[in-house]
Nanobody
Framework: QVQLVESGGGLVQAGGSLRLSCAHSGTIFGSSVWGWYRQAPGKQRELVARISSGGSTNYADSVKGRFTISRDNAKNTVYLQMNSLKPEDTAVYYC???????????WGQGTQVTVSS
């Protein structure tokens, strides 16, 4: 059983920074991916960034150069460092864990990020 708990959201002014954390409890499988997704009101959930168990990363074009995803293996925690935040980054941010070539896919409860102009 896997549980993901996000933290670190909040209200910040445009241009500011936040760091989101996703604490992973339970099994970590060999070929898997952690991702940060976000969903703004009235919009579909979209991928923001992801990091594989091997350490490779990829980002949505809208956040490249501003956001950084990383992982602390000792703490079983995935981070999303968000810099130069814009009002359009306002959304609920969700942590996801997906085990490749399986049906195992887990979500956290989400954390609200609000960027004021």
């Amino acid at each position: 059983q896997v549980q993901l708990v996000e933290s670190g959201g909040g209200l910040v002014q445009a241009g500011g920074s936040l760091r989101l954390s996703c604490a992973h409890s339970g099994t970590i499988f060999g070929s898997s991916v952690w991702g940060w997704y976000r969903q703004a009101p009235g919009k579909q959930r979209e991928l923001v960034a992801r990091i594989s168990s091997g350490g490779s990363t990829n980002y949505a074009d809208s956040v490249k150069g501003r956001f950084t995803i990383s992982r602390d293996n000792a703490k079983n925690t995935v981070y999303l460092q968000m810099n130069s935040l814009k009002p359009e980054d306002t959304a609920v941010y969700y942590c996801n864990y997906n085990v490749l070539s399986s049906l195992m896919n887990y979500w956290g409860q989400g954390t609200q990020v609000t960027v004021s102009s």
